[in-house]
């Protein structure tokens, strides 16, 4: 039975004030998962209202207080684990071992900005004049909005609203609208962990409409975006108008390099991980393998030979490796742009089509896909297609795969399979992506670490680890003067 669920305002579930409705849909059997309210931008301005009204009282609440509340939350998230991985596998289809990993990402996240709560460390500095104090300390920048993607639904949205609110801001939240069910429930924890009223708030229903109007409003300080690279655009014009803040994660268009010293086993495991884990739509997705043509054959008849044996279904399954894609729509643009490969005179190595699974004709599979003979400057091999397809490109060195690796406009995350050490610092130092794994995948970033991409990635910001309470917090710089006499910086000498 489907889910109901409403927005959460003011620290009340209520209805849009126009009533309006809309669906989730399972993308592997076309079922109703939920249904959330279709909000307007009337919505919008009560939510951001009482964001706006609890900030007084939340940035003097305690840090270690308010820590408190997440430390219950992420408890929360730890205890009803299955049951949210379950809701997530049904609302956005990735495979339920990855649902589970993708929630557990959440709760790590959520109890490292626990911990915050009794550190949000500024600093200490001596001051240049005697008798006097100098010291930095975070201040809350004021009300969030918080816009979030399909592709993870419990770890990003904890990416945000975490060091939001262990930072002392209120948060308006605007889940995708593929994703609302877990974002419901991710709230409704977080409300039984203590937050008080009006501090975090909930509005589901269009980007286009609900997220702009969001975006718009004056009384929202900071936007922290993840999503495409086109609506972040968008985003960030509307931003520098309002002159707010804004964090954008946004695209990638991630490689792995394999050398011809690499352990091509290894490599194997790792690019099947990365390519089509969460059936290639996640933002650190492998989506090109650069690899030395000394092994360009043999690691391509062992790509295609496991490629082919990978299961497609339901990812509720427990024997399914690739589950389906979000949509309709995605499924479309997956196969136009496997039809603009085969035009660029890429070869065909496996896939290419929508997948059938027997007794799932609504659910929108497509067949993990693997290009050869792709050359860097192909459309495939340089925008975000965000589905189960690979292309394969060859070089003759590392210099070579470094300046293809680099060659794009986005600049997420990228891995580089090699047993010599000397190749690998090079690539670590030469590789121009936020990320970058030595003999892993490029997917599998750790909480403690921040997370986020070069160049058309995003504007600069990370998420995750300390670096998340940057975006979150400014600095303010405090001079005690204890002298009793007027002390002129710069000029006493
Ligand atoms: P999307 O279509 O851009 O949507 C992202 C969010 O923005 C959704 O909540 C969406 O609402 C909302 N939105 C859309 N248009 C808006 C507008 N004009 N103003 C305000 N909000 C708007 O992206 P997606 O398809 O959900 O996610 C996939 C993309 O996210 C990929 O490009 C992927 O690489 C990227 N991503 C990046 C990272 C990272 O950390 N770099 C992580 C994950 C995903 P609706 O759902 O209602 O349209």
New binding site residues.
Partial sequence: MAESYRNHIGGRWVDARAGGRQQSLDPATGEVVAEVARSEPADVADAVAAAKAAFEHWRRHPAPKRGEILYRAAEAMARRKEDLARLMTREMGKVIAEARGDVQEGIDLTYFMAGEGRRLAGQTVPAESPDKFAMSVREPVGVVAA??????PMA?PTWKLMPALVGGNTVVF?????TPALACELVRILEEAGLPPGVLNLVT????T???A??QHPDVTLVS????????R??AV?CADGLKRVSL????KNAITVMDDADLDLAVEGILWSAYGTSG????ACSRVIVQRGVEQALSARLSARINALRVGNGLDPATDVGPV?NRR?LEKIDEYVQIGRAEGAELLTGGAPAAVEGLAAGNFYAPTLFGGVRATMRIAQE?I?GPVLSMIAVDDLDEAVRVNNGTAYG?SSAIYTRDVNRAFRAMRELSTGIVYINAGTIGAEIQLP???TRG??NGHR?AGTAALDVYTEWKACYVDFSGRLQRAQIDR
């Fill in positions: 816009i979030t993607p399909w592709n993870f990003i605007k889940p995708a609208s593929d229903g269009p980007g286009a609900v997220g702009d969001l975006v975006f993840t999503g495409s690279t086109e609506a972040g968008a985003v509307k994660e946004l695209g990638g739509q996640r933002c650190t979000i995605a975000e965000f997420l997370f986020g991409g990635t995003g998420e």
